[in-house]
């Protein structure tokens, strides 16, 4: 019962928070909030906006169950972010741009924005859905639901949907920052805890952990291994990198955040950060892993998502279990709030278009909340028609993303760095780049971190070669 009265103080709290810090009079105030946040409360909701319940629950499996090389990848991530300051984003403010896809317009066309804001619905939805699935594990596994997730999944997408219905980009960065807080202060706990369970100190801790458990760079290049089939520096670096440039570039979950800064630099400054952060806290949470394969001494689970579950649920006192799982909400929820604002707005601007049909502010503030209404729902429904996967969630949901974002990217910068490109031929490469990773991922086994950089050099060049064709086609 004391854990049950934790999780719903925190629900409430949360809610509480979210309604106070609203500040929601027209439709910009409701899906961008420009100039009304710090930069750095801007770079804790990119980190917790990015961090989910995956996070939190697959992370410290993959550590348990492998080694730290998935570090790599953090490293890739921010090489990846750099580039979005440097590339990116001086051009989004030079455009004065209402979405991400809002660019594209300029760029190529209406047509290239309602269609790239499709694929952006589709992957946001598909990817969100299994982070909200991953969260209603833990939950089921307390309720002593044996397996049926979908009170869990009402639960949590009802509790995340009502600040997010009614205080809109703000009240969601405002409540990013307080979760983020908290599900990092119950990694550090649990590292603690995992010590006082074994009546140890964290240093004598770490050496019970066995050497191969900690490293963390692989050359790929070794007996049975190869650079596009695991973690190691090349896929890391160049994988993380290309992920990351896409996501936060292109993706307007993560773009949404950097439209909301004052200004350029301040947009830049959170971009960065949010890498270093970011990079912290997965060492974290692998560390977390690791402590508890110690504790548990390597024991066997079915699905590495099981790992953090198990050992909250059986290891963990009353109140402090209660907190734990608290913090994996407070990972979910910043992910599932950021991801419901985010649709609503690329619907309600890139594919209806509202801004343009003269209603009311009022009006338009009330179209934005049935928009995020339907969102959640449909979310919820997605999520509860999933099932157990014995592979790690947290990479489920990056391979779906993955498919996506290199034509995105491709799109993006042939639109920053070309004058004069033809949209035909722009949307044609991203349509191949699609098509051709969803063929890789059918017949070849590619590790997912390739996904984006070969899903970008196929969009980029094969847009460039289209493009010439009718160049030179129109001249003759």
């Known amino acids: ?30 899906f961008q909030g420009r100039g009304s946040m710090h930069w750095l409360a801007l770079c804790f909701s990119i980190v917790a906006t990015e961090t989910s319940s995956l996070t939190f629950i697959s992370i410290p499996g993959l550590a348990y169950i492998s080694d730290l090389g998935f570090l790599q990848v953090a490293m890739g991530y921010m090489l990846g972010r750099v580039l979005v300051a440097a590339v990116l984003i001086p051009r989004y403010f030079r455009g004065n741009i209402e979405t ?72 969601v960065v405002v409540v990013d920052v307080v979760q983020l807080v ?7 706990l649990g590292i603690f805890l995992v010590a006082d369970i074994m009546h140890t100190d964290i240093f004598s801790l770490a050496g019970m952990i066995p050497d191969g458990s900690t490293r963390i760079f692989h050359s790929g290049m070794g007996p049975g291994e190869s650079i596009f089939s695991g973690y190691n520096v090349v896929s890391g670096l160049i994988g993380g990198a290309f992920l990351s440039f896409a996501s936060h570039g292109t993706d307007h979950l993560m773009v949404q955040r950097v439209l909301s800064c004052r200004n350029e630099s301040d947009a830049k400054k959170a971009m960065v950060a949010s890498g270093v952060v970011v990079f912290i806290q997965f060492m974290l949470f692998m560390g977390l892993g690791l402590f508890i394969s110690v504790l548990l001494e ?123 490109f033809s949209d035909r031929a722009a949307l044609a490469g991203v349509i191949l780049s699609i098509a051709a990773i969803i063929a890789l991922t059918l017949c070849c086994e590619i ?13 980029f060049i094969s847009g460039v070669v289209i493009d010439g064709v009718m160049s030179r086609l129109k001249k003759a």
């Not at 309604?19 to 027209?26: A, G, H, N, P």
């Not at 908290?182 to 550090?188: I, K, R, S």
């Not at 608290?326 to 599932?336: E, K, V, Y």
Request: include cysteine; glycine fraction near 8%.
């Open 100 to 171: 991400t896809y809002h660019f594209l317009q300029q760029r190529f066309g209406a047509g290239a924005r309602r269609f790239m804001a499709v694929i952006f619905l589709v992957t946001r939805l598909l990817a969100d859905g299994i982070r909200l699935f991953a969260t209603a594990i833990p939950l089921a596994m307390l309720m002593g639901l044996d397996g049926n997730y979908l009170p869990a999944i009402l639960i949590i997408g009802g509790a995340t949907f009502l600040y997010t219905l009614y205080g809109g980009i703000r009240s």
């Open 298 to 420: 390597g024991r066997a689970f079915d699905r590495p998502d099981e790992i953090m579950p198990f050992f909250i649920l059986n290891h963990l006192p009353a109140g402090i279990k209660g907190l734990m799982l608290a913090g994996i909400f407070a990972a979910a929820m910043s992910t599932i709030a950021s991801s419901i604002n985010s649709l609503s707005s690329s619907t309600v601007m890139d594919i209806l278009d509202i801004p343009a049909r003269g209603y009311s502010e009022r009006k338009n503030v009330l179209i934005s909340r049935a928009t995020a209404l339907c969102w959640t729902a449909v979310m919820i429904a997605l999520a509860s028609m999933l099932k157990d996967t014995s592979s790690p969630l947290v990479e489920l949901g990056l391979s779906i993303a993955s498919i996506t974002y290199g034509g995105m990217l491709g799109i993006f910068l042939q639109g920053a760095l070309f004058r004069q």
């Open 182 to 188: 908290l599900y990092l202060f119950c990694a550090v």
């Open 1 to 30: 019962m004391l854990d049950y009265t934790v999780i719903a103080a925190y629900i409430v709290l949360i809610n509480l928070i979210g309604f106070r810090s609203s500040r929601v009079k027209t439709m910009a105030d409701y």
């Open 447 to 459: 590790f997912w971190p390739w996904y984006v950089p070969i899903g970008f050099c196929v969009s």
